[in-house]
């Protein structure tokens, strides 16, 4: 074995790029080689528009300029996620990257607000009201956050709507300037050895070997699975949707900073406004719905103009038992998939990625502990997102379809379950140590699908009434005008545009 790691990553979507840039500029030329091989044929998933604010942190340590990244995916920027119909028919809420209000005294903002609601909503700000993003949001406007820690306007994050095959071609650039060896071919054989992989074919007859192997094969999971027989835990009983219409529209309306989630019949529809165009689609299960009824549930529900015809992909939720194995390691969807709700499949490539680079098998030494620790931590996030996507689909008070009906009677994962009692028991959101989910993202689906606390922390009772609403009012107001002072979303890009 040569002293630069031999890398093969097979597949060139979103992950294959992703994992191919960071390692090219953590390594490239010294650690390891990097070669990456991908299909035109095969081709990529083509989904995935909406991320999470760690994206952000990816692009820093990459050293991607935001203008030009915002230019060149045709990105705008995202405050949070409507959620429309979730709780019941015509309830709306912002899931939004930011806190509501700031902590007081030791005591999280919400507490106060809680203790403020029971001495009656009369001309009591909403909590919403109390989160600039959302107040942001709802206007249409955005501005990056503040940096001192004193302003509300350093209470919330964002994160971007773009063009993911832009955002891989981008990423194919900047990895390929770095020395990453890009080959045009087709898998067809995976060679084994015994610890792992040895090499891949191509149809063409190549033989590409390597010392580690990266599978970003997307569903097809070609090396984890169709080599490693590495099986899949299946998620279906909590997560049932399993398909998805997707087509682009026209841009149609104000150009919103967040992404939309409607609840439907048998599962929900999404909207994602990029510069150029709006992304939509509609997830649903067919257990409860057949595909045809699905697409005209789409393509009834659209603002704009289509743009193309509807196309249908097919998914099954849940994950690898095992993400590392031997010399291969999967990152991306053959690893696992959640659905796209909350937008985490990309943020889930990036935590695999950051963990694959603290944990490289540098000089081609593959420790048991590293694999080991690599399957628990990946384990772990996927396990923590699949709670909080589940909480959207059991809150509700829905009982309109049999959809619904299953989703709020279905037995939960016990780890969910002890959740939502400590929230309802005392309005505490227990913070995990890892995950992505902190605190806030937790209250928005709580409070937003009506699950209330029964008590509060028991130092809220010392604090008059009157302080916490107080406290509450200083809050909305505080959130109004810095929201006030904001540009329009679509100025805010227009100007980065015309800086070019
Ligand atoms: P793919 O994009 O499928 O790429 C697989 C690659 O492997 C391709 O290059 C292909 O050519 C190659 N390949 C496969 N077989 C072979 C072979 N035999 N030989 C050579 N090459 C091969 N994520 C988000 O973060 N936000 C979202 O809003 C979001 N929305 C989604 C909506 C839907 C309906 C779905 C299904 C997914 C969504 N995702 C979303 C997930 C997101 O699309 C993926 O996580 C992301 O695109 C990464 O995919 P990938 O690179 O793993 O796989």
Known sequence: ??????????????????????????????????????????????????????????????????????????????????????????DSYIHPFGDFGHDIDGLPFHQYWAHATRGGADGLPKLEDCSLPIVAARDNRFTPPLEDPRSIGSTYSYAYQFDATLYAAYLRDYAEARGVVRIEGRVDAVEQKDDGIGAVRLADGRRIAGDLFIDCSGFRALLIDGALKVGHEDWSHWLPCDAAWAVPTANAGALTPYTRATAREAGWQWRIPLQHRTGNGHVFSTRFTDPETARSVLMDNLEGEALAEPRMLRFRTGRRHRQWVGNCVAIGLSAGFLEPLESTSIHLIQLAIGKLIELFPSGGVFDPADEAEFNRAMALEYDRVRDFLVLHYCATDRDDTPFWRYMRTMTLPSSLTEKIAEFRERGIVASYREGMFLPASWLAVYYGQRIMPDRLNPLIADIPMATSRDHVARVAAACASAAKAMPLHEDYIARIKAAA
Do not use: C, Y
């Open 1 to 90: 074995m040569s002293a630069r790691i031999q890398v093969v990553i097979v597949g060139g979507g979103t992950a294959g790029w992703m994992t191919a840039a960071t390692l090219a500029m953590s390594f490239a030329g010294r650690l390891a080689d990097v070669t990456l091989i991908e299909s035109e044929d095969i081709g990529t998933v083509g989904v995935g528009e909406a991320t999470v604010p760690h994206i952000r942190f990816f692009n820093q340590r990459l050293g991607i300029d935001e203008a030009d990244f915002i230019r060149r995916t045709n990105a705008t920027f995202k405050l949070g996620i409507e959620f429309r119909d979730w709780g019941r028919i015509g």
